[in-house]
Structures are given as structure tokens and as C-alpha cells.
């Protein structure tokens, strides 16, 4: 697999590793490398005794979001009557995978990166990692966030985090439950591998089927339609802006 900015490899046997290289950018999503992530997918998928990824960033950051260019680009060219094939996905870039993901979160976790984090099986967050919701500074809906904080740290939580854009940290993010463990300083990698290979000592179909069967317990019905009225919210703001120039 060859895609500029992410790097597959595979550490143990069945355990892989996808780190988010581009440290410049804070490891800010190209579209590139967001369809990328759908070939990490395919890759890890077809592997019968694979059984767990570990997703994590490089250069101390995890994910800044989707890059800059990339927001808008997307308001430009996005036809207003078509759902946007990428942009706005962040909660399901990764959620066709069969087998366990686990987030190492040890830096910037922001806007999309916030979404792709929290849209992981299991997170684990360092102290000095955090949390941001920045869509709505940008004029953006948060869709994913709307669709995973209330459920994970509930509603007057949600409310806070995603209405103020404020940032959460390691230990409030582990307390809240945004992140299922906090890992000392730099050791965030360990305790993910750690996990990994927990879930590797369990039959593989079975994990495998263990998985799917949270994620039907999460109504993912619900959670596209969430995603198409953050859509329309989107293109009735841009239509607002634009009146108003």
C-alpha cells in the first residue's frame, strides 16, 4: 500500500500499525489520504488472522483535522444538492473495518481528527493529547461529534465540548469517557499495543464478530441521517453567506 502520509505496517503478527505522517501539517488529512484510509481498510480486511489496528499520529500531534485546502476546496466545488462523497465522513473513514481499531491520541485531536479518534473501537489518550471540536469555528456542522459525544460523555458534556470548541484533555477526556484509557506520558503506543494484543489472544472470527455487533447496537441508520442534516446545514449556511456579500 502506497499512499503519501499514511504508513501500514505490521508490527505483530495480525497487530497493524497506521501512522498518520504528516507531521508538518500536524498530520491534517489530504483528500488523498482520505480515500487512502478506505485502501488500509481493504488491506487489513483481507487478512483471515488479522486482528486488530492501531491508528495513531506522527510528530506528537494524532490529527488536526481535514487540510485547510482540502474545507475549501470542498465549499467551492460541492454541488449544494449532493452529500459530499468524503468531507463531513470522519466518523466512518475507518468504519468499514472488520477488526479491532484502537486511537493513540497523544497530541491535537482536532475537528475531523477529533471525529476519526473517537470513531475508533478504543481510545487511548496521554495527558498531554486532547480533544477539539473546531467545525463550528469554521462555519461547519459537526456532525460526527453531534452523533458520538452525547453518547459517550452525555448531552450537557456534548453541549460544552462542541458548542464552545473548548479542548479536553487526557485526564478530563478518560474521566468523561472520550478516551477508554489515559497512558502515561509517551506511553500511549505501549498501552495500544498492549490491547492489541489482548484482542489477538481471542478467536478472530469471533472478535470480528464481537465488533459488528457494537456497532449494530449503535443505530448507524440514525447516525447517516444525522449526517445529511449537517449537510443541508452546511449548504443553507454557505447560501446565507453568500446573500449576505
Not at 50 to 73: H, K, P, T
Not at 116 to 135: I, K, S
Not at 218 to 228: G, I, K, L, N, P
Amino acid at each position: 500500500m502506497t499512499v503519501p502520509g499514511l504508513v501500514l505496517t505490521e508490527p505483530e503478527p495480525g497487530i497493524f500499525d497506521l501512522l498518520i505522517d504528516r507531521a508538518e501539517r500536524r498530520n491534517a488529512l489530504t483528500e488523498e489520504m482520505m480515500r487512502g484510509l478506505a485502501t488500509v481498510v481493504e488491506t487489513v480486511n483481507a487478512r483471515p488472522d488479522a486482528a486488530a489496528l492501531i491508528v495513531r499520529g506522527a510528530g506528537g500531534a494524532f490529527c488536526a483535522g481535514a487540510d485547510i485546502s482540502v474545507v475549501e476546496a470542498r465549499r467551492s466545488t460541492d454541488a449544494r444538492w449532493r452529500w459530499p462523497e468524503v468531507m463531513g465522513r470522519e466518523a466512518e473513514l475507518l468504519d468499514a473495518c472488520e477488526i479491532a481499531t484502537v486511537a493513540v491520541v497523544d497530541g491535537p485531536a482536532v475537528g475531523l481528527g477529533m471525529g476519526l479518534a473517537l470513531g475508533c473501537d478504543v481510545c487511548v489518550v496521554e495527558p498531554g493529547g486532547y480533544f477539539a471540536e473546531a467545525h463550528l469555528a469554521l462555519g461547519l456542522a459537526p456532525t460526527a461529534m453531534a452523533w458520538w459525544v452525547p453518547r459517550m460523555a452525555g448531552l450537557q458534556r456534548a453541549a460544552d465540548i462542541i458548542l464552545t470548541g473548548r479542548r479536553v484533555y487526557g485526564e478530563e477526556a478518560a474521566a468523561i469517557g472520550l478516551a477508554a484509557r489515559l497512558a502515561p506520558a509517551g506511553e500511549g503506543t505501549a498501552v495500544a499495543l498492549d490491547i492489541a494484543r489482548d484482542i489477538a489472544r481471542k478467536p478472530p472470527d469471533m472478535a470480528r464478530y464481537a465488533k459488528l455487533a457494537l456497532r449494530m447496537a449503535q443505530d448507524t441508520a440514525r447516525m447517516a441521517e444525522v449526517r445529511r442534516f449537517g449537510g443541508m446545514a452546511n449548504r443553507m449556511h454557505r447560501a446565507w453567506l453568500a446573500a449576505g456579500s
